[in-house]
T-cell receptor, first 114, second 113 residues
Framework: EAQVTQNPRYLITVTGKKLTVTCSQN?????MSWYRQDPGLGLRQIYY???????DKGDVPEGYKVSRKEKRNFPLILESPSPNQTSLYFC?????????????FGPGTRLTVL | GQQLNQSPQSMFIQEGEDVSMNCTSS?????WLWYKQDPGEGPVLLIA?????ELTSNGRLTAQFGITRKDSFLNISASIPSDVGIYFC?????????????FGGGTRLMVKP
């Protein structure tokens, strides 16, 4: 089944404890992206990647890191999480960067930072 | 980043009624998109609009790309209980800063059977 998977789905952590949220797609998509969703603010793009080894900042990149060493994986790294990073995170992918409109979204990761 | 104002924030309607929601921006976009998000799921694309003035339908859904390129609306006709969810507009602009997809704050739709 073609899909975007994220792990974990739920995570509660404490301030300053490094964490990684994994994202993987099995559709051979070139473009991958991370969003955070907060009430009343919709989805805001954190980082995106047009292809392997190519990453760019989105609207709200501060406090996050990403890497794209392989085509299928695009992990989101929080080196020192803070409470304002408590949010619902979505990974998305599309076949090509020019087909960003046909993005497939993962199921989401709900992160709580205490 | 750019701001998208989506309204209304929430709607509670009777099954069978028509629904209308819209998004406005202070800046222009090249493309407007409408997504629906069911509880516990990621957004799913409903309609994509590529040209100013374009009117596109997908079943009971109709969306339009405003002439000024700064707004878009989504209409749902004859609503049914499975229309419940959060609807998001999104605008895409490609510029020197890169490919940016900006989302509205969402419209939460509730349908009473």
């Amino acid at each position: 089944e073609a899909q975007v998977t994220q792990n974990p789905r739920y995570l509660i952590t404490v301030t300053g404890k490094k964490l990684t949220v994994t994202c993987s797609q099995n559709m051979n998509h070139e473009y991958m992206s991370w969003y955070r969703q907060d009430p009343g603010l919709g989805l805001r793009q954190i980082y995106y990647s047009m292809n392997v080894e190519v990453t760019d900042k989105g609207d709200v990149p501060e406090g996050y890191k990403v890497s794209r060493k392989e085509k299928r994986n695009f992990p989101l790294i929080l080196e020192s999480p803070s409470p304002n990073q408590t949010s619902l995170y979505f990974c998305a992918s599309s076949l090509q960067g020019t087909l960003w409109n046909e993005q497939f979204f993962g199921p989401g990761t709900r992160l709580t930072v205490l | 980043g750019q701001q998208l104002n989506q309204s209304p924030q929430s709607m509670f309607i009777q099954e069978g009624e028509d629904v209308s929601m819209n998004c406005t921006s202070s800046s222009i976009f090249n493309t407007w998109l409408w997504y629906k998000q069911d509880p516990g799921e990621g957004p799913v694309l409903l309609i994509a609009l590529y040209k100013a003035g374009e009117l596109t339908s997908n079943g009971r859904l109709t969306a339009q790309f405003g002439i000024t390129r700064k707004d878009s609306f989504l209409n749902i006709s004859a609503s049914i209980p499975s229309d419940v969810g959060i609807y998001f507009c999104a605008g895409h602009l490609r510029n020197n800063a890169g490919n940016m997809l900006t989302f509205g704050g969402g419209t939460r739709l509730m349908v009473k059977p």
